[in-house]
């Protein structure tokens, strides 16, 4: 197939090797850098507009379109990789049964204070 029309001349590899149909997508990019993708990659991505893109460079020097979600400063917390083992490890507790479980406000407190009194053995940090 000669894309003449689209101003570009040559003929696209799929004509000497055949590649599964709609498998590409041709873009441009305009005098200020900005570029719009087809209908079909958004689509295939779950992009609606104003919706945020990574550009990761891959070993082959190529880059890749990733989805991304911007997270507010206030939640960086929980998107740390040790604050995510410790949530996992909690649900992993709730899972297997391994919670208690209080009726009244004064029992939680009195729970939590036990908690707090009870000696903790955490190992030392070498340094």
Avoid: C, N, Y
Wanted: avoid cysteine; charge should be neutral; hydrophobic fraction near 45%.
């Amino acid at each position: 197939m000669v894309l003449s029309q689209l101003g570009i001349v040559g003929v696209l590899a799929s004509e000497w090797f055949p590649v599964a149909e709609r498998a590409f997508s041709f873009m441009t990019v305009d005098a200020k850098g900005r570029a719009t993708l087809p209908e079909e990659v958004r689509r295939a991505l779950g992009l609606e507009g104003g919706d945020f893109l990574l550009l990761e460079k891959t070993e082959r020097g190529t880059f890749e379109l990733v989805p991304a979600t911007l997270i507010p400063r206030d939640q960086l917390w929980f998107h740390h990789p040790e604050m995510q083992a410790r949530i996992a490890k909690a649900e992993a507790d709730r899972r297997e049964g391994r919670i208690v479980t209080t009726e009244t406000l004064e029992e939680a407190q009195a729970l939590l204070d036990s908690l707090k009194a009870a000696p903790r053995t955490r190992a030392r940090r070498s340094g």
